[in-house]
Nanobody, 121 residues
Framework: VQFVESGGGLVQPGGSLKLSCAKS???????IGWFRQAPGKEREGVSC????????YYADSVKGRFTISRDSSKNTVYLQMNSLKPEDTAVYYC????????????????WGQGTQVTVSS
């Protein structure tokens, strides 16, 4: 299974971006999560969506600003990011991890190249 992230870019504080995560391969997966890693910081889980239950999870730092969604016909998961802040600047990755409304997994063997998001004026 492979994941390809896209949609990153440079945006001013308060702006919006929509990231896409395209999954390829025949492996059946049940959830996808978005992660981000800023320079000098550890990778952190941002949000995930469980395909079976429909449950979604958001880190406190993005709750109310980010929305995760899925288009099953396109094997694609999206992350709509609104009210962006400079601290959202990071490389964003998607992969398959366990996902529940209270938590998301952190380990995966499948990582893409990521997409850079820079929030700056």
């Amino acid at each position: 299974v492979q994941f390809v992230e896209s949609g990153g870019g440079l945006v001013q504080p308060g702006g919006s971006l929509k990231l896409s995560c395209a999954k390829s391969g025949f492996t059946v997966i049940y959830a996808i999560g978005w992660f981000r890693q800023a320079p000098g910081k550890e990778r952190e889980g941002v949000s995930c969506i469980n395909f079976s239950s429909g449950h979604t999870y958001y880190a406190d730092s993005v709750k109310g600003r980010f929305t995760i969604s899925r288009d099953s016909s396109k094997n694609t998961v999206y992350l709509q990011m609104n009210s962006l802040k400079p601290e959202d600047t990071a490389v964003y990755y998607c992969t398959t991890v366990p996902c529940d409304v209270q938590a998301m997994g952190t380990r995966s063997d499948y990582w893409g190249q990521g997409t850079q998001v820079t929030v700056s004026s």
